[in-house]
């Protein structure tokens, strides 16, 4: 019998858990500091929550859980015949994996509006499914960390998100760029390109062009029937060069007869005045071929990519302003970032930028070297952890070189020896694994010497 996991699912060792927690802290950390409260949704929400939210690509991706018992019970024969596929999901399944945290937040806020106080600052870090095709830095369960504000027009909201991604990635040791655009912005550009009402076809289509270039966004762009002198339009958008304030000039001049455009525009300079204000140390960028093609977005939009490593984006977010009125709340806009806990892992292996005090978890062992070591070591151990300080003693009075090969073995940077003379002299061996020094010290100054 093979034993295995689903392709694009991983198991994680005690040393990768540690190297994980250690990135979920550092963004909790943060997250608590600019006044973000947690929640939790369910890992399945209701079919009906999330179908429709994120585009026909997005929906193609969802993990679908089959109704319970006889699901194909009551399910017309000329259901189950032919390619009539959604009509025979929508009868033989209910619900499904979350495929992000930002819609069941959504769906969160419309249920328990009577609850919250707005603006509601809520940050969230759970496991998401995609039913994509597993690659490098791609899997089909993955963690987000997400935090948003929900219940405020204001653009201070998206330069605190800056904020945040700044601190983040400088806790981490992360060099980013963060990439900035606004949908409003690209809703212009399909405006003078004559082509209002196929904004989601064109900013799908755009939001490939860093994986296959502009060649393919042509072709695809051609597939669903923008014309030649349309595309002609868009090309030199796309490859638009500069500092900021000379791409944003530009852009006022091409969307100067588009309304939805220059209030784009508008908007986003707001958000580099305020970056700059911030001493953001990130480099911020305008990238106009930025859409992320989540439909939800209707303002800023960001994404994060690391300096120096091939990744997709580590972090990414914007503005949508009408997510809970699909729930039947209307009127209330907010703003969020997504942190990829998964690529951001890869990031920091790749770039072996873990701090050694983040692989540990025992920060000393107590040798057992017989009953009557035990009674005395258990004493000195109980003080210890009392003091908030991990131990831990070696469960069987095996060999002195067995117990020390597992504190190697295990990163423990310091070992406790009791025998009969520390015993008599009401002392302890301490014993330094990263240089081997060692030296006798009563329990006061050992837990001194252990912080």
């Known amino acids: 019998m093979s034993i295995s996991i689903p392709k694009g699912t991983r198991d994680f060792s005690p040393e990768e858990m540690t190297k994980r927690n250690y990135i979920f802290d550092t963004v909790k950390d943060v997250f608590k500091l600019y006044g973000y409260q947690p929640i939790e949704t369910p890992a399945m929400e209701n079919l009906s929550t999330l179908m429709g939210k994120y585009g026909e690509e997005g929906d193609k991706l969802l993990f679908k859980i089959l109704n319970s018992g006889n699901f194909l019970q009551n399910v017309p024969a000329e259901l189950l015949s032919g390619d009539k596929i959604l009509p025979l999901t929508n009868r033989i399944s209910e619900k499904g994996l979350r495929y992000d945290l930002t819609v069941p937040f959504a769906r969160y806020v419309v249920q328990h509006r009577n609850d919250i106080i707005f603006p509601f600052k809520r940050y969230q870090i759970q496991p998401v499914w995609r039913a994509d095709r597993p690659q490098k830095g791609r899997y ?26 700044d601190r983040v990635f400088e806790k981490l040791g992360i060099d980013v760029t963060v990439k900035l655009n606004n949908r409003k912005i690209l809703g212009g550009i399909a405006e003078i390109m004559g082509q209002s009402d196929r ?32 595309i002609k339009i868009l090309e030199p958008i796309l490859s638009l060069s500069g500092t900021n304030e000379e791409k944003l000039n530009r852009m006022e001049e091409v969307l100067s007869c588009s309304e939805t455009g220059l209030h784009g525009i508008a908007e986003i300079r707001k958000i580099f005045n305020y970056a700059e204000q911030l001493n953001i140390s990130a480099t911020v960028e305008l990238d106009l071929s930025l859409a992320r093609g989540l439909n939800y977005y209707t303002g800023a939009i960001i994404e994060v990519k690391a300096r120096d490593v091939d990744m997709g984006s580590i972090c990414g977010g914007g503005r949508y302003d009408n997510l809970t009125g699909i729930f039947g709340l209307k009127n209330v806009s907010g703003a969020g970032i997504s942190f990829g806990a998964d690529r951001i892992y890869d990031v920091l292996s790749a770039k072996n930028l873990f701090p050694q005090n983040s692989l540990e978890t025992t920060r000393v062992l107590f040798v057992n070297m017989g009953e009557k070591e035990e009674i005395y070591c258990l004493q000195a151990l109980q003080a210890i952890r009392n003091e908030g300080i991990s131990a831990e003693i070696y469960p069987e009075a ?11 073995r295990r990163n423990i940077p310091f070992v406790v020896i009791a025998g009969e003379e520390e015993m008599a002299s009401g002392k302890f061996l301490l014993k330094k694994m990263y240089d081997k020094s060692q030296k006798e010290l009563p329990l006061r100054q050992l837990l001194d010497e252990l912080y």
Do not use: P
Not at 140 to 165: K, M, P, V, Y
């Open 140 to 165: 089909r369960e993955f963690f987000q960390c997400d935090a948003d504000i929900i219940g405020s027009t204001s653009l201070l909201n998206e330069a605190e998100l800056l904020q945040i991604i």
């Open 199 to 230: 904004l989601t076809d064109i900013t799908v289509a755009i939001d490939k062009i860093e994986k296959t270039g502009l060649d393919a966004v042509k072709e695809e762009l051609r597939s669903k029937n923008i014309t030649g002198e349309q």
């Open 398 to 408: 095996v060999k002195l070189k067995k117990q020390l090969e597992y504190a190697d």
